[in-house]
């Protein structure tokens, strides 16, 4: 694999601009919509060996195993998946490789120091925008099979290459894996949201429940329209709510307790928590008038070993016993509403998958990778959950990212670089090779 690995390092040196250049136009193209993105990957693939299948789905109809979206977070407008299929000549092993080309939702004005759309390289930075989520995934996945092919190597299995959707609950990769698509193993390119690029793998993610709670109240029985007199006659949500959500953190603590995982554990000392994020009170009521309802909101973050309908029942135990010890809430009953769910994921670091992928990192940097335990709901759960196929993620440096607020999104080229390397390092190690190249070629074709 190494010899085989190093001539397409070499064919990647070689053409390096025509490498970013391709990069550079998913950038550009942003702009004209995500089809205009999906159709330069379409046809980069095609030029790169692939059958290209486009699958337009609705994310709302996608059947999903063990995660569900509800209200406001599903998703239900028409998205598209590019899906590239590269035929291996023997008995070795399949790979899907994915990324996803949506960013986030572009702004009139970012208040960038670059233009977002130019994919300026400066600096030792790629800059644009989504780049570092997840245009560089995309990227790489096309320029590491072109590369491949450039060096005269025929793989012995196959690959599946799919440019497809994934946030906001856009199920892109659960889509195309129900569309009727499967390999051995899956590996996701995207940068690592840590800042520490391939020094890390993804090969662990958390599952996570998010959820909400309505608590109605009942105001004094009096018609004077100040009601600060009579509050202590009423019944105020937030003093029911605060029930329910010490009752939360009671079973917080408990799972605390109980509920371990030592990957999580190492890292952090805890392996589930429950954050109350969000707390709305009545409205825009008037200060001195008693609120009818409170809502509160939050998120359970639990390892791969848990069940989503594990979890739910713990949950829902613990507002049982609270309501039944309450006299109002007994009569008035508050609502749980469960908004979205998702399932964890794990690979253990002896298996073949991770060995590879950590081996190709190696080969094109200088350190050996390790596993972040600290993601929560990255799309390397996909593969696993819905069609029991294991997968891990990695990518290169990046920073400022638009989702968390940042300006002037980026890439680190070289590591990039290096990115595209190890991905085609990772397919050759796990596909396995068919026939070795007799000549290397002079270029490696990107799509341009």
């Known amino acids: 694999?190494?010899?085989?690995?190093?001539?397409?390092?070499?064919?990647?040196?070689?053409?390096?601009?025509?490498?970013?250049?391709?990069?550079?136009?998913?950038?550009?193209?942003?702009?004209?919509?995500?089809?205009?993105?999906?159709?330069?990957?379409?046809?980069?693939?095609?030029?790169?060996?692939?059958?290209?299948?486009?699958?337009?789905?609705?994310?709302?109809?996608?059947?999903?195993?063990?995660?569900?979206?509800?209200?406001?977070?599903?998703?239900?407008?028409?998205?598209?998946?590019?899906?590239?299929?590269?035929?291996?000549?023997?008995?070795?092993?399949?790979?899907?490789?994915?990324?996803?080309p949506d960013a986030e939702p572009m702004v009139a004005d970012p208040g960038w120091r670059h233009d977002p759309f130019a994919g300026v390289d400066e600096g030792g930075r790629f800059y644009g925008w989504g780049v570092a989520d997840d245009l560089s995934g995309v990227a790489a996945c096309v320029s590491a099979m072109a590369a491949i092919r450039s060096a005269g190597i025929a793989l012995a299995g196959d690959v599946i290459v799919a440019s497809t959707p994934s946030k906001r609950h856009a199920r892109g990769v659960a889509a195309v894996l129900h569309h009727g698509y499967s390999a051995d193993a899956a590996i996701y390119l995207h940068p690592a949201e840590s800042g520490v690029g391939m020094r890390e793998i993804k090969a662990f993610a958390s599952g996570q429940l998010e959820f909400s709670v309505t608590?109605?109240?009942?105001?004094?029985?009096?018609?004077?329209?100040?009601?600060?007199?009579?509050?202590?006659?009423?019944?105020?949500?937030?003093?029911?709510?605060?029930?329910?959500?010490?009752?939360?953190?009671?079973?917080?603590?408990?799972?605390?307790?109980?509920?371990?995982?030592?990957?999580?554990?190492?890292?952090?000392?805890?392996?589930?928590?429950?954050?109350?994020?969000?707390?709305?009170?009545?409205?825009?009521?008037?200060?001195?008038?008693?609120?009818?309802?409170?809502?509160?909101?939050?998120?359970?973050?639990?390892?791969?070993?848990?069940?989503?309908?594990?979890?739910?029942?713990?949950v829902e135990a613990a507002f049982s016993r609270a309501v039944a010890a309450d006299d109002w809430m007994r009569q008035n009953p508050p609502v749980l509403e469960w908004l979205s769910g998702i399932s964890g994921t794990d690979v253990p670091q002896d298996h073949p998958l991770y060995r590879i992928a950590a081996e190709s990192i190696s080969a094109t940097s200088a350190f050996a990778p390790h596993v972040n335990p600290l993601h929560t709901a990255s799309d390397i759960r996909n593969p696993w959950v819905q069609k029991g196929i294991p997968a891990v993620g990695f990518g290169p440096l990046c920073g400022d990212?638009?989702?968390?607020?940042?300006?002037?999104?980026?890439?680190?080229?070289?590591?990039?670089?290096?990115?595209?390397?190890?991905?085609?390092?990772?397919?050759?190690?796990?596909?396995?090779?068919?026939?070795?190249?007799?000549?290397?070629?002079?270029?490696?074709?990107?799509g341009d």
């Open 215 to 314: 608590v109605t109240g009942k105001p004094p029985d009096t018609t004077e329209p100040v009601q600060t007199a009579f509050a202590h006659r009423a019944i105020n949500p937030l003093d029911k709510a605060m029930v329910l959500i010490d009752a939360l953190k009671a079973l917080d603590a408990e799972r605390g307790e109980r509920v371990h995982h030592p990957l999580l554990d190492a890292a952090i000392g805890r392996s589930t928590n429950i954050l109350i994020s969000s707390l709305q009170l009545g409205g825009n009521h008037a200060l001195y008038r008693v609120p009818v309802e409170c809502t509160f909101s939050g998120v359970v973050a639990f390892p791969p070993a848990e069940s989503l309908a594990m979890v739910q029942r713990e």
């Open 1 to 100: 694999m190494t010899e085989l690995a190093q001539s397409v390092f070499q064919a990647l040196d070689r053409d390096r601009e025509n490498v970013l250049q391709f990069m550079r136009e998913l950038i550009g193209r942003q702009p004209h919509g995500e089809a205009a993105v999906q159709d330069a990957v379409a046809s980069a693939l095609a030029e790169a060996g692939g059958v290209i299948e486009r699958i337009v789905y609705d994310p709302s109809r996608v059947p999903v195993v063990n995660e569900f979206a509800s209200g406001e977070s599903a998703t239900s407008s028409e998205r598209e998946s590019v899906v590239a299929t590269f035929s291996g000549r023997g008995a070795g092993r399949s790979m899907i490789l994915f990324a996803h």
């Open 401 to 446: 990212l638009t989702q968390t607020g940042g300006r002037d999104e980026w890439v680190d080229t070289e590591d990039y670089l290096r990115f595209v390397k190890a991905a085609a390092a990772s397919i050759i190690g796990w596909c396995g090779v068919h026939e070795a190249p007799t000549k290397l070629n002079n270029h490696a074709t990107t």
